[in-house]
Nanobody, 125 residues
Framework: QVQLVESGGGLVQAGDSLRLSCAAS????????MGWFRQAPGKEREFIAT????????YYVNSVKGRFTISGDNAKNMVYLHMNGLKPEDTAVYYC??????????????????WGQGTQVTVSS
């Protein structure tokens, strides 16, 4: 089992930056990748970004490319989501995820085995 705990959410203004952190514990050696999803009120859960265990490969949803950056620190079992140029439409609960599947790069929610409890990000206009 792997446990994921997010932190760093909050209320910011449009154009601001925010960094989300995710601490992983447990059988982290079994993971292929970690990433982030988000869910806005009344909307389906959406893939945001993912990073391979080695840190070599990253993938993003088009709507955040150039604004968000995912990074990891294997020594600390941490993954981060650096968010710049935040927009009101980025308002959502952000979930840290982890995968032990070979299709992790597809960004499907079913490719991720472990989910954190979520952290709220609210962007005011």
């Amino acid at each position: 089992q792997v446990q994921l705990v997010e932190s760093g959410g909050g209320l910011v203004q449009a154009g601001d930056s925010l960094r989300l952190s995710c601490a992983a514990s447990g059988r982290t050696f079994s993971l292929y990748a970690m990433g982030w999803f988000r869910q806005a009120p009344g909307k389906e859960r959406e893939f945001i970004a993912t990073i391979s265990q080695s840190g070599t490969n990253t993938y993003y949803v088009n709507s955040v490319k150039g604004r968000f950056t995912i990074s990891g620190d294997n020594a600390k079992n941490m993954v981060y989501l650096h968010m710049n140029g935040l927009k009101p439409e980025d308002t959502a609960v952000y979930y840290c995820v982890a995968s032990k599947r070979s299709d992790w790069y597809r960004g499907w929610s079913t490719s991720y085995d472990y989910w954190g409890q979520g952290t709220q990000v609210t962007v005011s206009s």
